[in-house]
T-cell receptor, first 112, second 112 residues
Framework: EAQVTQNPRYLITVTGKKLTVTCSQN?????MSWYRQDPGLGLRQIYYSMNVEVTDKGDVPEGYKVSRKEKRNFPLILESPSPNQTSLYFC???????????FGQGTRLTVV | TQLLEQSPQFLSIQEGENLTVYCNSSSVFSSLQWYRQEPGEGPVLLVT?????EVKKLKRLTFQFGDARKDSSLHITAAQPGDTGLYLC????????????FGSGTQLTVLP
């Protein structure tokens, strides 16, 4: 089954404790991205990757890091999480060229 | 930065009523996508429109792309409780590495 898998689904952590949210897709998509979703603000892009070893900043990259060492994986790293990073996070993948974006089920992160 | 504004932000209607959701921008997009998101899930693509003036129908849902490719609308006829969800529009720009720009969303509730 074609899918984007994020882990974990839920995470509560404390300020400053490094964490990684994993994302994996099995559709051989070139393009992957991370979004955060906050009430009234829609989906805001954090980082995106056009292919292996190619990443770039989206609209709200501060406080986040990503890597794309393999085509299927695109982890999101919070080196020192802060409470304003409490949000619902989505990973998405697609073929290049503005085609359909396939989303993971989301990761609800709470930073206390 | 390209922006997409959706209206209304919230909509609560009775089963059987009709409704229209709007997605507006000052920017021209090469394509416009509509997604629906249910609680606890990632957004799922409903339709993509690519030609100015294009109209697509998906059962009781009618999607239209504005002639100037700056705006779009989603019309639902005889809404049902199963239509309840968050509707998101997303604009695509050819040649843009950032793929999609999402609107802030319309939360639709259809009451039985």
């Amino acid at each position: 089954e074609a899918q984007v898998t994020q882990n974990p689904r839920y995470l509560i952590t404390v300020t400053g404790k490094k964490l990684t949210v994993t994302c994996s897709q099995n559709m051989n998509h070139e393009y992957m991205s991370w979004y955060r979703q906050d009430p009234g603000l829609g989906l805001r892009q954090i980082y995106y990757s056009m292919n292996v070893e190619v990443t770039d900043k989206g609209d709200v990259p501060e406080g986040y890091k990503v890597s794309r060492k393999e085509k299927r994986n695109f982890p999101l790293i919070l080196e020192s999480p802060s409470p304003n990073q409490t949000s619902l996070y989505f990973c998405a993948s697609s073929l290049a060229g503005n085609t359909e974006a396939f989303f993971g089920q989301g990761t609800r992160l709470t930073v206390v | 930065t390209q922006l997409l504004e959706q209206s209304p932000q919230f909509l609560s209607i009775q089963e059987g009523e009709n409704l229209t959701v709007y997605c507006n921008s000052s920017s021209v997009f090469s394509s416009l996508q509509w997604y629906r998101q249910e609680p606890g899930e990632g957004p799922v693509l409903l339709v993509t429109v690519v030609t100015g003036g294009e109209v697509k129908k998906l059962k009781r849902l009618t999607f239209q792309f504005g002639d100037a490719r700056k705006d779009s609308s989603l019309h639902i006829t005889a809404a049902q409780p199963g239509d309840t969800g968050l509707y998101l529009c997303a604009g695509g720009s050819k040649g843009s590495a950032r793929q999609l720009t999402f609107g802030s969303g319309t939360q639709l509730t259809v009451l039985p």
